[in-house]
């Protein structure tokens, strides 16, 4: 007590002659301009007091207060360089008034705080069980009651997905997947992605992607759902989390991949709702991740009549197709020449509009540049017998054999 009384009164004695104590600007919170206490740092890279950040996400805002982006997540990373930073000048500025700034506690939520401040603490929560236990937990809370129970349950998954993909090939692996896959977890999850906040929705779209890139088996139990299409759909049609619509894209895919018995009629009701043509939207707009699951689904969607139909009949259809040829990733390109493949294959009508369309907007030198580069499989197939149906069309157009490929590869 007597020493914090002497700095406290050297302070006010230097005060008085003038002197002056400057906070350093990377020292404060950007929201409440006051010295950090507990630094901790948002996906959008900047760093917030935890208990100013903390208010702000409870008062439902799920945006960087800085950047004003959609957190990709409500994760708050303690920023621990920045928290010995601000101590030491603490200890230096002392005789200022400066009060010490202990080192803060961070505050254990279930075991995944734990478990993710080390591999090696994760490893031991995995291979203890613990995924099971909490997948059996959410299936008996979910049984009982999801709306009743939500804020257990979101808590529950919050705690499960850090450990996601599935431990391989062990009790535990198969265990959970029976839990979580079950058809009260699939509903309680539906749910969350139909009535709670964005971190609800994040955890529960990243489960389902779990389960269903896990085994066909619970993509087909999913479609049993009800309103489930309903809700993937608005998840892209709506943005709302780019995490959230990479993932309902992906879920999609393994929905629309099962059996044509339960597959067929899926097709049909998401052609039905209008996702084409915002698959290709997502497509232009989105990065290169997203987009190449987009064109993955819309690939899938013209193995049916329905599709083809659709896809044939909007305008954006070759042009983002072929546009993504050779742009995106090696996967994209071959998603987009399988649907060009396929659409090219609808009647005899639409497979002149569709082959005058592509050649119109490039897609004869896409492909001799893809051939040129090197393909393999279906893709090189498809490409040539393309290839073969454009040349009637194609009148005016150089030889194959007489492209220039350097100014091509200029181009693309």
Partial sequence: MVFSWKRKRAAQEKLKKGEELVIPNQFLCPISLDLMKDPVTLSSGITYDRESI???????????????????????????????????????NRNYGVERIPTPRVPVSGIQKWGSESERNR?????????????????????????????????????????????????????????????????????????????AKQDSMIALKELASSDQKHAEALATIEEVNEVLFRLIKEPICPTITKASLMVIFYLLSSPPSTSTNIKSEFVKMGLLSVLLEVTVDSEKSTSEAALGVFDVLCDCEEGKEEASRNALTCPVLVKKILRVSEMATQFSVSAIWKLSKHEKEHEVNVLVEALQVGLFQKLVLLLQFGCGGETKEKATELLKLMNPYRAGLECIDSVDFKNLKRSF
């Fill in 123 to 199: 490893r031991c929560v995995v291979a203890n069980g613990a995924i099971r236990v909490l997948a059996a937990a959410f299936e008996a809370f979910a049984r009982d009651s999801f709306e009743s129970n939500a804020t257990l349950l979101e808590e529950i998954l919050s705690n499960m997905n850090w450990m996601f993909p599935f431990p391989q090939h062990s009790l535990d692996h198969m265990e959970a997947q029976a839990s979580l896959g079950s058809q009260d977890s699939l509903r309680c999850l539906v749910w969350f992605l139909k009535c709670r906040d964005l971190s």
């Fill in 54 to 92: 903390e208010a702000w996400l409870e008062g439902g805002s799920f945006t960087c207060p800085v950047t004003n982006q959609v957190l990709r997540s409500l994760d708050q990373i303690p920023n621990h360089s920045l928290r010995r930073m601000i101590q030491e000048w603490g200890v230096a």
